[in-house]
């Protein structure tokens, strides 16, 4: 009987251990875990409602240094495959304008389902199981060693275990939001090893930025598209809500363009964005509306703002621009109003960091793609396998982590 042992049950080691069960009979499968339960982060996923995957699945959502793969995998296991595989194990999705979710809204239906699956195959999990290492023998075995608590007469101990396994799946996750487990334990085991990495850096979170006048638009939630740039040369854009903070921006269209912040700034680069906080308006059509406006009433440039954009928007907008909101918009001169206008449309901010880990939603970076074949089996380790957020490849929001999970879970899993 093969042993397979998963390091990690979180979505991807829980995924590739029902895939493994599902295609091999004669499989004994254990999956050693640090956590006290299984799946703690799948909990936090789409604020508590989990979404899962995404019916618009192309390469270009999914980020890596050597992606070209990618597309291929996304072949191998699409949007209905996931919603399929959760289906046979009991569970009803929600299709919301693409993105997937359970039919309950409760990301704790996409955990229980996944434990209450793995129960039903007969696959053990070793709880309060931190791995430590893992060593290629000489007959094609891998001795994993963990580090195990355990409770002896009311006082919990730990104790050193060594498992023998005939194939060994690493699904340890990266580094972020490690208080839901995943604390970058992965990435030593992976080095150890001898496999080459990139280095992981916070993906998904807000950018810290230089200028103080954030602290008068904290709070503000506003359509906005958000231009990133690395030593001044655009690299990602996107638009959505974005959230003006104590510190600076957050909110999806800031999440889905830091990881490029993330690896400028490691690599010493000048970071900075340009944001737009009226899209859908020119600069032109802004000018002439805050003249038509002034000619209602000969009213405050303040208050003529107040009509077009968010107030506190405005006042971080006026203290950027260094002009009083009580000054009557007639007084203004051309330049000062082109000034405000170029303030809405292209407000530049010097990004100085972005958040760290433990406020990210995901990492960058990772075990290089060109470490795994296309069944993520180490090239130079047979037996071993990688998924999940320990590979170099990070998703931009909309269930595309989640189902990279399931994805390189599914096929590892089957392969072996
Ligand atoms: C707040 C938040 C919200 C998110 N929302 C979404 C979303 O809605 N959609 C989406 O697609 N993605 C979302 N993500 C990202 C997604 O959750 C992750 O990309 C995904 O869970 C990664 O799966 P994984 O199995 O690779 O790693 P993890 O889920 O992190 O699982 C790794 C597991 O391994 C265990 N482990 C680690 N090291 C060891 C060790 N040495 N020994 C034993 N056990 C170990 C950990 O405790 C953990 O249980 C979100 C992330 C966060 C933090």
């Not at 990435?187 to 150890?192: E, F, G, L, V, W």
């Not at 990139?198 to 807000?206: D, N, R, Y």
């Not at 680069?269 to 209602?296: G, M, Q, W």
């Not at 406020?359 to 970076?365: D, L, P």
Request: include cysteine; charge should be negative; proline fraction near 2%.
């Amino acid at each position: 009987m093969t042993r397979l042992i998963i390091v990690g049950a979180g979505a991807s080691g829980m995924m590739a251990a029902i895939s493994a069960a599902k295609a091999n009979k004669d499989i004994d499968i254990i999956i050693l875990e640090h956590g006290a339960k299984p799946g703690r982060k799948i909990l936090a996923t789409g604020n508590g409602r989990c979404n899962l995957t995404n019916e618009k699945l192309d390469s270009e959502c999914f980020r890596s240094h050597d992606g070209a793969g990618i597309e291929g995998w996304l072949k191998m296991c699409q949007t209905k495959d996931v919603i399929d595989m959760f289906y046979e194990m009991g569970m009803l999705t929600y299709d919301k304008g693409g993105y997937i979710y359970p039919y309950s809204r409760q990301a704790s239906t996409v955990n229980d389902t996944l434990i209450k699956q793995c129960e039903r195959l007969g696959i053990k999990f070793v709880l309060d199981a931190h791995v430590l290492e893992v060593e290629p023998g000489d007959d094609k075995t891998f001795k994993v060693l963990a580090s195990i608590g355990y409770e002896e007469d009311g006082v919990r101990k730990k104790k050193r275990e060594c498992y023998i396994a005939d194939k060994v799946i690493l699904a340890c996750g990266g580094k972020a939001y490690s208080s839901l487990g995943s604390d970058g334990s992965g990435y030593k085991i992976a080095k150890s090893l001898g496999l080459k990495m990139i280095p992981s850096v916070p993906a998904l979170t807000g950018l810290k930025c230089r200028e103080n006048v954030y602290k008068l638009g904290a709070g503000v939630r506003t359509n906005a598209k958000i231009s990133l740039y690395v030593d001044h040369e655009m690299v990602c854009e996107d638009e959505g809500e974005l959230q003006l903070t104590e510190y600076g921006i957050s909110g999806i269209p800031v999440f889905q363009v830091s990881r490029f912040a993330s690896y400028g700034l490691l690599d010493g680069c000048k970071v900075h964005v340009n944001i737009d906080f009226a899209p859908e308006y020119t600069k032109e059509e802004l000018k002439d509306n805050i003249y038509k406006f002034s000619k209602i009433s000969d009213d405050t440039i303040g208050n003529i703002l107040d009509g077009m954009i968010n107030c506190k928007l405005k006042d971080m907008v006026l203290a950027y621009c260094r002009i009083e909101g009580n000054v009557k918009a007639s007084d203004l001169s051309f330049d000062e109003i082109e000034k405000i206008v170029a303030c809405i449309k292209n407000y530049y901010s010097v990004v100085i960091e972005t958040n760290d880990f433990s406020q990210a939603q995901v990492c960058a970076g990772g075990v290089r793609l060109s470490e795994v074949n296309g069944n993520f089996e180490v090239i130079k380790l047979p037996g071993l396998y990688i998924v999940g957020e320990l590979l170099d490849v990070d998703g931009i929001c909309g269930g595309y982590n989640l189902h990279w999970a399931w994805l390189t879970g599914i096929i590892a899993g089957r392969d072996v």
